[in-house]
């Protein structure tokens, strides 16, 4: 059977058992929906979410839903207690901001967090042997967090292979981050072709409801997003 | 005031609100007492604790006690859902082995969990603005464990400073291990000279009640040390 750009070949390497596996990062966000995506065509996807005390907890509803429509083998949500840690906007009573999307690290930023969960996908990865994780970070709308950057990615990657059992053993843990140099317009662009529903998808920072705020810094990203690839965004927003 | 060996220079520097912070992860077993009264020598000390599921809940507790009689600022212990990670047989159904120590990466691993713990330390230390973070890993009695050895360290070391705000400003962050190289008995004789109450500590991995079991690989290597040290170790066990 052919297998067209948008067909992964999954299904055929399946059946010889030879699938491999993949943690994927999934925040129920557009990007991580796209990247699990991305990670389907080649892998067999865990996906890995997290309960940090944060303000959407919207997002998890979100993941779970678009880990059952894109068929991941197992979807795990994990408890983090960042709240207790501080310092960001998103665990903490900070205000988020609304008025455009500034330079420098956000107060949004959470300290250490793809740190922290890149640490639970390593775990996981251990456990199920498996030899990727992907993250669906982007460098260019987040260019003001550290931990959204190619340099601390393979850090992190160099770090996992030596404090593993697994690398330890000479096997190999790979950090995959397809989308980190990508503008929003060409990830949603490449996930529209991948199939990917974006009305499953939830970004907002401060939602009412089901209805995203559309001026916090990751719904003005995303408008953007949508506006330059020509496409219509079709979450609902707050009028 | 002169300060004798074991006299910290911590109090004379805090008056001119000079003395650095440090993370200092803390399980309540004997070695990370000792890292926290190391760290406590030239640090205002932040105890971090876990309840990762794993089977020695009554370690928290004697961390807390430890955290309290050795005067750290704070004490946060904070809730890690490992047990659903699996992977262990301190996090899950698995036997603990009591038949000796042995070579390799012993069942006991629990999978990237000191990468795990380090990412909160880092997350904490970036809030309280701290620059250190110290661990009481060793490489002689846990040469099995991949993440109980320097370079791993050294590599997480990196990756944290590429991928925190402190970082990225210029600030660094230093993982110290301040045992990584020392023998049981080392630790016991340093510890036993900063005044460290090893009576407090707990490290059996299958305790029952509060009797430590004797046999297993952590019992194995502390009564193996204070042995070594010619002294007698206060804690009590099965007979």
Redesign the interface.
């Known amino acids: 059977m052919a297998n067209g750009n948008k067909q992964p070949p999954k299904e055929s390497t399946a059946k010889s058992g030879k699938t491999p596996k993949a943690v994927v990062l999934l925040s129920g966000g557009l990007d991580s929906a796209t990247t699990l995506a991305m990670a389907g065509m080649t892998h067999d996807c865990y996906a890995l979410s997290f309960d940090y005390g944060q303000r959407q907890k919207i997002e998890l509803k979100h993941a779970k839903k678009i880990a059952e429509v894109m068929g991941v083998k197992e979807h795990?949500i994990?408890?983090?207690?960042?709240a207790?840690?501080?310092?960001s906007a998103l665990t903490s009573d900070m205000a988020v901001p609304k008025d455009g999307v500034k330079a420098g690290?956000p107060i949004t930023?959470?300290?250490?967090?793809?740190?922290?969960l890149?640490?639970?996908a390593?775990?996981?990865a251990?456990?199920l042997e498996a030899h990727s994780i992907f993250i669906g970070v982007n460098a260019v709308d987040y260019s003001g967090y550290?931990?959204c950057?190619q340099?601390?990615l393979r850090?992190?990657e160099?770090?996992?292979n030596?404090?593993?059992?697994a690398?330890?053993?000479g096997g190999k843990i790979n950090i995959v981050a397809p989308l980190i140099t990508m503008s929003k317009a060409e990830i949603i662009m490449l996930g529209t072709g991948l199939g990917v529903d974006y009305g499953l998808t939830h970004s907002c920072y401060d939602p009412v409801g089901e209805l995203a705020c559309g001026r916090c810094d990751a719904c003005r990203l995303r408008l953007k997003g949508f506006d330059e690839a020509g496409l219509k965004d079709p979450i609902r927003y707050q009028s």
């Open positions: 795990l994990l408890r983090l207690d960042l207790l840690i501080g310092g690290i930023y959470v300290p250490a967090r793809n740190t922290i890149l640490a639970h390593l775990a996981w251990e456990v550290p931990d950057r340099p601390f850090a992190f160099k770090m996992a030596l404090g593993t059992k690398g330890m053993e």
